[in-house]
């Protein structure tokens, strides 16, 4: 028999957590947290339902009650992974080879914690066997570099999870790949983000009717070309492809984008051939100047438009030197209002007379394109969880041919 049990994420978005078990082995699926926290006493934070019950991998020394388990991560936004950084268990964490490219990346130039913890890549198709389960991850299409979707079999049922998902995004052919994969599985059990159905239709546009990310950059063309204000950037590291593509936006209409030193560094090293414009520092080592090209803030400040800037939120007293600027807010952190830091970015902005401009594309499908993955997927059971209002998807799917659920916390369901 195998069961399955959701731990968290059945009604936020993001923190989604489910656990697939047979007698003898175990596989988690995801690692995520919802909020960030000060506490840092694991068991507290269970009790807080901020991390999953789970106290054996968060404990030292524990004895494991399977003999093989492993944690899978379908990508890099921490609200699918920040709860590794709890874990005190050897168990295996597994990602695809673009995610630990990323993540090795990403800590070097210190721009994600380094993690103590048991990591490991798979490659795209090729099953990983834990014990009775056998799991395998496919390329998907999200605004994260790396992220896949998760087939799980137990060699007489089949369990799928799209991780978070797009349809209108440069990879779509990806999607498309996996849900016949998945289709053709005949999954006992699909589980479903519905990130766009925690808004009524047209309450929020980045979920209703998303840009493309071809439409960011065109944007970004045209205010390049038209506004002589400074524009400032803040886009999100893990999504690594729309990094390249500001930068070769940019430098297409010769006002390059001057990066902070992590990001210049994570780009370079993935894009070693690109023309990359770096923030004067003395933290740049021989390899960076060998590499990239430093501009001093006093050169963009006399002549700002002849230049963008790239600025994260924790250097954002640096845009105090300009009096006045655009800024472009492209899903970089604060990521939305539901974050304390984003009514203290709103406040900075006003001060100093910016103009603020969302620039992004959203990394979640629309409403339709949920119901359209789920027909196709056509599994028995879809369940829908990653959202606030999952019993929206579920009355907007009614009539689809699969059996529709909204699991419970810590439930068994058995196979």
Not at 33 to 59: G, R, V, Y
Not at 236 to 245: G, Q, S, T, V
Not at 303 to 323: G, I, K, T
């Amino acid at each position: 028999m195998t069961t399955v049990r959701f731990l968290n994420g059945l009604s936020t978005i993001g923190g989604n957590i489910m656990e697939i078990a047979t007698e003898t082995s175990r596989v988690i699926m995801d690692f995520g947290m919802t909020e960030n926290s000060e506490e840092t006493d694991a068991e507290t934070l269970i009790a807080q339902h901020s991390l999953p019950a789970l106290s054996e991998l968060f404990q030292n020394n524990q004895k494991h009650v399977y003999q093989h388990e492993a944690i899978f991560i379908s990508h890099l936004h921490l609200d699918h992974t920040a709860a590794l950084a709890y874990l005190r268990s050897n168990i295996p964490v597994y990602i695809s080879h673009e995610s630990y490219r990323l993540y090795q990346n990403l800590a070097g130039s210190g721009l994600a914690m380094t993690l103590g913890i048991n990591l490991h890549a798979f490659e795209y198709e090729r099953p990983i066997q834990i014990g009775d389960l056998s799991v395998t991850g496919f390329a998907s299409d999200h605004d994260a570099f790396g992220a896949a979707a998760l087939l799980v079999s137990d060699g007489h049922h089949t369990f799928g999870h799209s991780g978070d998902v797009r349809l209108h995004g440069p990879h779509v052919e990806r999607v498309h790949h996996w849900i016949n994969a998945f289709r053709s599985a005949h999954l006992d059990l699909f589980m479903l983000e519905g990130t766009s159905f925690s808004f009524e239709p047209n309450q929020n546009l980045e979920f209703s009717d998303p840009v493309s990310e071809d439409d960011v950059q065109h944007t970004f063309g045209q205010l390049i070309q038209n506004d002589e204000r400074l524009l400032v950037i803040n886009p999100y590291p893990r999504n690594l492809e729309r990094l390249l593509r500001f930068n070769q936006t940019a430098n297409a209409y010769n006002r390059p984008v001057v990066w902070e030193l992590p990001y210049a560094r994570l780009l370079s090293s993935f894009y070693p051939e690109a023309l990359i414009h770096v923030q004067e520092t003395d933290r740049l080592n021989k390899q960076d100047f060998a590499t990239l090209i430093p501009v001093s803030m006093s050169t963009i400040q006399h002549e700002p438009d002849r230049f963008c800037l790239q600025n994260s939120y924790a250097n954002l007293q640096v845009l105090s030197r300009w009096p006045r600027f655009l800024y472009l807010h492209s899903n970089g952190e604060p990521l939305g209002d539901y974050d304390p830091r984003y009514r203290k970015l709103q406040e900075f902005l006003a001060q100093h007379h910016a103009e603020y401009q969302y620039l992004g594309s959203s990394g979640h499908a629309t409403q339709n394109a949920l119901i359209a993955i789920a027909k196709n997927v056509n599994a028995q059971t879809t369940g829908i969880w990653h959202s606030f209002h999952p019993e929206a998807a579920v009355a907007a799917m009614s009539e689809l041919d699969t059996h529709l659920f909204l699991p419970n916390y810590d439930e068994i369901y058995s196979f």
